[in-house]
Structure formats: structure tokens, C-alpha cells
């Protein structure tokens, strides 16, 4: 059997995994694997002076092993049967995708808020966002929960799927390993500023091509064409130079607004707004955004798919 054929029927069977289960919560996960690595990384390295060249030393080595682990992996497996290639390769994918534990927690942040009250919903919306959610109105709780899966969409859909196109399972747990390092290092705070910013850049090389291509995807899967015209008018407005993509495109989508001034560890950080319309957010409308999630996603797997096609 060909290995484009294997990587073919493994993206499929990652992903309907992935829609079917979400993320296996009771099993061994590689990004946790992942984070202990960098844990130890920066707890050994990230001290006296040079802490920019121990950073990037420390990112280089861990995007190199991580390739090269999964390179000789899978070409071992490959070699001793093809049916043992296709499992590993089918529970990597698995773990790479995490579109359905991102459409689950927004649900849950809007489910909660709706059914126990503002309180317990800013709870559960500390647990996805990095921002402070003890002041936070019932609206900007729901506008927080689409920007996250938004720009989520990217960096947990179709940044790890980009990847697996590119070259193939070593791509995608490359890409993983580069995203779990800028999620823990990527600061700038005193501790971090040097040490994490080889990470931290490293990311937004990472992530510049599949956030357009998210974007782009979510106006297609929709047919609103004003999500193009929101990510061509407001996607560089964000601090990142890739989050705001997602968010105009999703912006758009919706016609509202998102953005503006928040909290960050206890400085309030004044994020220039995506979007005119400053409209109530429904509780109804977190259902149009999961699909927007779920088309965006089938739709970069059916087009890595034919993309294998016409390359073999």
C-alpha cells in the first residue's frame, strides 16, 4: 500500500476519531509529553546570561527531535508492516485535531452562563482564555468564547492538518511541538521576554499561512462574503499578526464587533476593535459558530485529501 494512500486514510480516520471522541482526556497525550520536556528545558537553561540563545538552542532541539522522532518512527513502522504504520499514523492525527474539544468548551462556557448565571459562566470561561474574567459582562463572556474559537480554529484545526499536508505525521507533531512551546514560554514578562521570544516567533512564522488560510475557509464554508471583507479590513488590526484573520473572518460572519479593552494578569490592555457592529451575541448563536467549525475543518481535510490524490 502506498504511504500516500496510508496518510490519506489516516487523516480520515483521525478525524472522524477527533469529531466522534474529542480529546482523549484519560490517555497518554503527547503534548503533555511535550510540555514536561519544555518544563525541564527552561528550568535547566533559562537562567545568567544569553537566555535568548538558550531559547532558541532549547526550540531548535526540541523541533528537531521531535521531527526526527516521528521521521524514524513511522518509516520503522512503514518498513515492518503497513497495517501498523496506519495505527500509529491514525492516533497521531487523533491527537493532533482538537476541533471537537474546542466546539465542546465554548458550548460549555455558553451552556453554563445560561443555564447557572454570570458568575459560574466567567468561571468556566477562565479555564480557555488567558484574560481576566472576574468583571466581565454576560457579552463580552460570549464575544471572549468566539474569539478564542476563532483563533483556535487555526492553531488547533487547520495550522496541525497544514503540516500533515506539508510532511506529514513528523509535520504535524513538529507544528504541535512549536505551539506547545510559545502556549508555555511565549510571554513577555521578566522571566520569559528573552528566554521564550525564539518561541514565541517561531510561532507566528508557524501559524502565518494557516491563519489566512483559516480565515479564508470559515468565508467559504459560509458563503458571507463580508468576512472577506472584514479580513481584509480589520485582520491586521490584532497584536498578533495571525489571530486577527480568524477573528475578522468570524467577525464578518456574524457582523459584530470584537476586541477592545481587557485584563491580562491585572493590566488592562486596549485591543483595537475588529468589526463595527457593537450587537448583543444570542446564546443561540454559539450553534452557527460550531458549524462554522466543523465546516472550516472538514473542509481543509477534504482538500488535503485531494490534494494527496493529485500528488500521487
Known amino acids: 500500500m502506498e504511504e500516500s494512500l496510508l496518510l490519506i486514510i489516516a487523516l480520515a480516520l483521525g478525524y472522524l476519531l477527533d469529531l466522534c471522541a474529542g480529546d482523549p482526556e484519560k490517555l497518554p497525550h503527547p503534548v503533555r509529553l511535550f510540555g514536561r520536556l519544555i518544563y525541564q528545558g527552561e528550568r535547566l537553561w533559562n ?20 521531527f526526527l522522532a516521528f521521521k524514524i518512527s513511522g518509516e520503522a513502522l512503514l518498513a515492518a508492516h503497513p ?48 484574560r481576566d474574567t472576574s468583571q466581565l459582562s454576560p457579552q463580552q463572556i460570549r464575544i471572549a468564547v468566539l474569539e478564542t474559537m476563532s483563533e483556535n ?31 508555555m514560554l511565549g510571554y513577555r514578562s521578566d522571566r520569559y521576554e528573552q528566554f521564550g521570544k525564539a518561541a514565541a516567533r517561531l510561532d507566528d512564522v508557524a501559524n502565518f499561512l494557516p491563519a489566512r488560510i483559516t ?31 480568524p477573528e475578522a473572518a468570524l467577525a464578518g460572519i456574524l457582523n ?7 485584563r491580562y494578569q491585572g493590566v488592562l490592555v486596549d485591543k483595537p476593535y475588529i468589526g463595527q457592529a457593537e450587537r448583543s451575541i444570542a ?21 488535503i485529501i485531494a490534494w494527496f490524490l493529485l500528488a500521487g
Open 47 to 66: 537562567k545568567g546570561p544569553y537566555r535568548f540563545g538558550k531559547g532558541l538552542l532549547l526550540a531548535t532541539a526540541l523541533c528537531g527531535l521531535t
Open 83 to 130: 497495517l501498523l504504520y496506519l495505527a500509529f499514523a491514525t492516533l497521531f492525527v487523533y491527537y493532533g485535531l482538537a476541533n471537537r474539544g474546542l466546539i465542546a468548551e465554548g458550548s460549555q462556557v455558553f451552556a453554563v452562563l445560561h443555564t447557572q448565571g454570570l458568575e459560574a459562566g466567567r468561571k468556566q470561561l477562565s479555564r480557555i482564555v488567558g
Open 153 to 183: 480554529l487555526s492553531d488547533g484545526v487547520v495550522a496541525p492538518l497544514f503540516y500533515y499536508a506539508l510532511a506529514g505525521l513528523p509535520g504535524l507533531m513538529t507544528y504541535k511541538m512549536i505551539n506547545t512551546m510559545d502556549s
Open 215 to 245: 480565515a479564508l475557509l470559515m468565508v467559504l464554508v459560509t458563503g458571507c462574503w463580508r468576512g472577506l471583507v472584514f479580513i481584509f479590513r480589520y485582520g491586521r488590526r490584532h497584536k498578533s499578526p495571525n489571530a486577527g484573520y
Open 256 to 262: 459584530c464587533r470584537f476586541g477592545g479593552p481587557n
Open 283 to 303: 446564546h443561540e448563536e454559539i450553534h452557527r459558530v460550531s458549524r462554522v467549525n466543523h465546516g472550516t475543518c472538514l473542509a481543509m481535510v477534504a482538500s
